[in-house]
C-alpha cells in the first residue's frame, strides 16, 4: 500500500513540473469554457430547463466539464501513451516481471495525476466561469465532499476504461488508433459536448447508462445538488459498479495477453 | 515515407481514418439533438448552422493536413530533435509540415464536405456568380489563416516549448466557434475575432454573404471578400514570426 502512495505521489509530481504546460492548458480550458457557456446560454434562451437545468447549472456543468477535462482525461491521454508505448516497444516485458501489480501501478500514477490536474488545470477555470457568469455552486459543505468522492470514482472508471483500450495494443499493435476513437467516444458520451440529460430519448436512456455517464455527468449532477439522499447513494452505486466492473475486465484481459505476450524485438 | 508507415498498422490507419471522419462528425451529433430541442439557434437554422460547421471543418482540415504537426514542434524543441531539421538542406517549415505526415487526416475534410454538401442541397440560397465565386474563395483562404495560426503557434513554441496547448486554444477554440452562428456570442468575443485575431474572417464574413445575412457587428456586406487579403496578412504575419523564432531557437543538446 505504501509502495502505491509513493508512485502516486511520483505521478503528482511527475506532472507538476510542466508548469509552462499547466498554464497553457488552463488557457485553453477557460477559452473553451467561455466558447461553451455563450452557445449553451443561447440554447437556454430557447429552450429554459433544457433537460431539467436552468440557466445558472447549465453554465456550471459547462465550466464543470472545463476543470474536469484533464483530470478524469475526458479526451484521453495520462498514462495511456505511455503503456501502449511500452507494449509496442516491447518494454512492457521488464514490468511484467516487478514484484508490483501492473494495474494497480498505473491506477497509481492515474490518481496522482489526476489530483494534480485537478488542482492545477481545475481551479482556476472555474474560478474565471464563476467570476464572469453566475454559477450555481454547492451551498452545503457536504457537497462538495460527495462531489469530491464522485470525481475520484470518475477518475478510477476513466482509468479502467482506458486500461483496456490500451491493452488492446497487445493485439493490434499500434494502439493509436483505437485510443484516439475510445477518447471521442468518451467526449460525447461523457457529456463533455452536451449534457446527457439533454440527449432525447432511448438514446439518452442508454447514454446515461453507459460508463462514460460516470466520468463526467454522474459527478456534475452530484455537484448540481440534483442528486440527492437516495438519488446520491445510487450515483456511487452506478459509480462503484462500473469501477469494479471494467477494472476486473481489465485484470482478466491482462492475464490473456500476458499468455501470449510475443516480446517485439527478440 | 510517413504515409507508407502508417500504412503498415493498417487496422489501426482505418480506425484512425474513421475516427478522423466521427471526430467532427460526433461534435455536429450534439449540435442535431441541440436541434430536437429547438428550431433556431441565435436565429440560424440547423442547415445554416450546417453550413456553418462544413465551411470552417473544410478550412480547418485543409490547414490540418498541411501543418497540423505543428503541435508537435514544442517536443522537438525540448528533446533536441529540431537540430537534425536544422543540418538538412531543405526549408525548415517544410520538413515539420511533413514530419508525421497524417492522411488519415483527410477524414476531417470529407466529412467537412459531406455536411457542406448536405447543407448546399438543403438550403435554398440565391446563386449570383459572386456568391459562387466567394464560395472557394472563402475555403481556401479560411484555410490559409487557420494555417498561419498554426505557424504562429509552431513559432511560439521556440520559446514557450511545452505550451502547444496555446495553439489548441485558438485552431480547435477557433473551429468550434466558427461552427456556431455569430449571433450566440458576446459583441466583444466578435469584435476580438474580427478585428484582432480574424478567425470571422474564415467563414463566418463570407458566409453571412452567402446566406444573405447582416453582420451582427453593423459591418458592410461585401467585407467577406476581403478574406483573401486578411489571409494574405496573415501568412506574411506567422512568415515573420516563424523566422524570429527560428532566430531565437537554442538548442537544448549539449
Redesign the interface.
Known amino acids: 500500500m505504501r509502495l502505491y502512495a509513493a508512485v502516486a505521489v511520483s505521478g503528482f509530481k511527475r506532472y507538476a513540473t510542466?508548469r509552462?504546460?499547466t498554464?497553457?492548458?488552463v488557457?485553453?480550458n477557460t477559452?473553451?469554457g467561455?466558447?461553451?457557456a455563450?452557445?449553451y446560454?443561447?440554447?437556454w434562451d430557447?429552450?429554459p430547463h433544457?433537460g431539467g437545468y436552468d440557466l445558472a447549472q447549465a453554465l456550471t456543468f459547462v465550466w464543470l466539464g472545463q476543470a474536469l477535462l484533464a483530470a478524469v482525461a475526458l479526451m484521453g491521454g495520462g498514462f495511456q501513451e505511455e503503456l501502449q508505448d511500452r507494449i509496442r516497444s516491447g518494454d512492457i516485458a521488464v514490468d511484467l516481471y516487478r514484484p508490483v501489480d501492473l494495474q494497480m501501478w498505473w491506477l497509481a500514477t492515474e490518481l496522482g495525476r489526476a489530483l494534480f490536474q485537478l488542482l492545477g488545470r481545475g481551479v482556476v477555470p472555474m474560478a474565471v466561469g464563476a467570476l464572469v457568469f453566475e454559477l450555481r455552486l454547492p451551498a452545503s459543505p457536504l457537497t462538495w465532499l460527495w462531489f469530491l468522492l464522485s470525481v475520484v470514482l470518475a477518475v478510477c472508471v476513466g482509468f479502467a476504461v482506458r486500461y483496456l483500450v490500451s491493452l488492446a495494443s497487445f493485439w493490434?499493435?499500434?494502439?493509436?488508433?483505437?485510443s484516439?476513437?475510445s477518447g471521442?467516444l468518451c467526449?460525447?458520451f461523457s457529456g463533455m459536448?452536451?449534457p446527457l440529460n439533454?440527449?432525447?430519448g432511448q438514446?439518452g436512456e442508454t447514454a446515461r447508462a453507459l460508463p462514460w455517464a460516470a466520468m463526467l455527468q454522474v459527478p456534475a449532477d452530484v455537484f448540481l445538488e440534483e442528486r440527492r439522499g437516495m438519488g446520491l447513494l445510487a450515483a456511487f452505486a452506478f459509480q462503484v459498479g462500473w469501477a469494479v466492473a471494467l477494472l476486473a475486465a481489465g485484470r482478466a484481459v491482462q492475464s490473456a495477453a500476458t499468455r501470449k505476450v510475443v516480446v517485439q524485438g527478440g | 515515407m510517413w504515409v507508407r508507415s502508417t500504412m503498415a498498422y493498417r487496422t489501426s490507419f482505418l480506425i484512425m481514418t474513421l475516427g478522423n471522419f466521427l471526430a467532427t462528425g460526433l461534435d455536429f451529433v450534439a449540435i442535431a439533438l441541440m436541434f430536437t430541442h429547438i428550431g433556431e439557434l441565435g436565429g440560424f437554422t440547423l442547415d445554416e448552422v450546417a453550413f456553418l460547421y462544413g465551411t470552417t471543418s473544410v478550412a480547418f482540415g485543409l490547414a490540418d493536413l498541411a501543418l497540423g504537426t505543428m503541435g508537435r514542434l514544442g517536443q522537438r524543441v525540448r528533446d533536441g530533435t529540431m537540430d537534425t531539421l536544422l543540418v538538412r538542406p531543405v526549408p525548415i517549415l517544410a520538413q515539420v509540415a511533413a514530419d508525421r505526415f497524417a492522411l488519415r487526416r483527410l477524414g476531417r475534410i470529407t466529412q467537412g464536405a459531406v455536411l457542406l454538401g448536405w447543407s448546399l442541397a438543403r438550403l435554398d440560397i440565391d446563386w449570383t456568380l459572386d456568391r459562387a465565386l466567394l464560395m472557394p474563395v472563402m475555403l481556401l483562404s479560411g484555410g490559409a489563416i487557420f494555417g498561419a495560426l498554426f505557424v504562429l503557434g509552431g513559432a511560439f513554441q521556440f520559446w514557450a516549448k511545452d505550451a502547444s496547448e496555446v495553439q489548441n486554444a485558438f485552431t480547435f477554440g477557433g473551429t468550434t466557434l466558427l461552427e456556431y452562428p455569430p449571433t450566440v456570442f458576446g459583441k466583444e468575443l466578435l469584435r476580438g475575432v474580427t478585428f484582432v485575431i480574424p478567425l470571422a474572417f474564415v467563414n463566418w464574413l463570407p458566409a453571412l454573404y452567402i446566406l444573405g445575412r447582416p453582420d451582427p457587428l453593423g459591418l458592410p456586406a461585401w467585407i467577406g471578400f476581403a478574406a483573401p487579403l486578411v489571409a494574405g496578412g496573415c501568412c506574411a504575419v506567422a512568415g515573420l514570426a516563424w523566422r524570429a523564432g527560428l532566430r531565437a531557437y537554442q538548442s537544448t543538446g549539449s
Open positions: 510542466y509552462v504546460a498554464v497553457a492548458g488557457f485553453t477559452v473553451f467561455f466558447i461553451l455563450y452557445t446560454t443561447a440554447l430557447e429552450r433544457l493490434l499493435l499500434d494502439g493509436t488508433g483505437l484516439m476513437l471521442l467526449l460525447f459536448i452536451l439533454v440527449f432525447p438514446l
